[in-house]
């Protein structure tokens, strides 16, 4: 039995590190949730920083559109002016999240979050966002696209 026992668990401790090692090595940062009217909105991670138990990573992405285009999203349907709820499993450090609105593939307007909540436009179209947030172990920005009917 003890024979068994010295076999198995080391065996149990390389499965274990196999799924599980790279998240505990250098982690990457929670993924929010982004639902309109109880719909969730398909989110893609961006460019991150980040610091796991024995190390951390910096992972640069392409621009918010060309993640948008890579990932061939179609955009959730909305209404016009209809309440983005962004929501972490692990929240952001204290005022650390902020909004863009991609006006195009170089140029951005900064959004007002309150209460983790945006306000979607009023005129119809597709539109591109990217959410920043910093936590203890790093920050990172993610990625989404809506389309106002």
């Known amino acids: 039995m003890k024979r068994i026992v010295l076999f198995v668990f080391p065996i149990i401790l390389l499965i ?18 982004i639902t309109v009217d109880g719909k969730p909105i398909t989110v893609f991670q961006g460019s991150y920083c980040w610091r796991g138990f024995l190390g951390g990573k910096c992972v640069d992405m392409a621009s918010p559109p060309e993640i948008i285009k890579f990932h061939r999203v179609v955009p ?9 709820s962004i929501n972490f499993k692990n929240e952001p450090l204290s005022d650390s999240v902020r909004a863009n609105l991609w006006i195009s593939d170089e140029q951005t307007e900064e959004l007002s979050i309150n209460d983790n909540q945006l306000i979607a436009p009023k005129e119809k179209g597709v539109y591109v966002y990217d959410i920043y947030a910093r936590w203890d172990k790093g920050d990172a920005s993610f990625v989404f696209s809506i389309e106002v009917e």
């Open 16 to 33: 274990a590190f196999a799924f599980f090692g790279k998240t505990f090595v250098s982690g990457e940062p929670p993924l929010p949730s």
């Open 76 to 84: 959730e349907k909305i209404s016009p002016e209809s309440i983005l």
